[in-house]
């Protein structure tokens, strides 16, 4: 029983993920546009001229973040239901 529920947190964190791709970027080219955009600020803040793409960063890892919550939501709530 425990494959099956790691197997549904992890289903219920993607479908998160799919989930606020619209909300949050509009559409897959608005996703790898902050990708785009974070990995040229991770370069930026080595190179000490951070601060010009905060705002993609941030809605990377919002969506991230939100992702990995419902994942690890949904394995406690079924682990203490079903386990």
Same mark, same amino acid.
């Given at each position: 029983?425990? /494959? @099956?529920?790691?197997?549904?947190? /992890?289903? $219920?964190?993607? #479908?998160?993920?799919?989930?606020? #791709?619209?909300?949050?970027?509009? &559409?897959? =080219?608005?996703?790898? &546009? *902050?990708?785009?955009? @974070? *990995?040229? @600020?991770? #370069?930026?803040?080595?190179?000490?001229? +951070?601060? =010009? &793409?905060?705002?993609?960063?941030?809605?990377?890892? $919002?969506?991230?973040? @939100?992702?990995? $919550? #419902?994942?690890?939501?949904?394995?406690?709530?079924? =682990?203490?239901? +079903?386990?």
């Amino acid at each position: 029983m425990a /494959v @099956s529920v790691a197997v549904l947190a /992890v289903l $219920a964190g993607l #479908v998160t993920l799919a989930i606020l #791709v619209k909300p949050l970027f509009g &559409d897959l =080219e608005g996703l790898q &546009d *902050c990708l785009d955009a @974070s *990995c040229k @600020s991770s #370069v930026a803040a080595v190179l000490d001229d +951070f601060g =010009e &793409d905060l705002w993609p960063t941030l809605k990377l890892l $919002a969506w991230i973040v @939100s992702g990995l $919550a #419902v994942g690890l939501g949904a394995y406690a709530g079924l =682990e203490r239901a +079903f386990g």
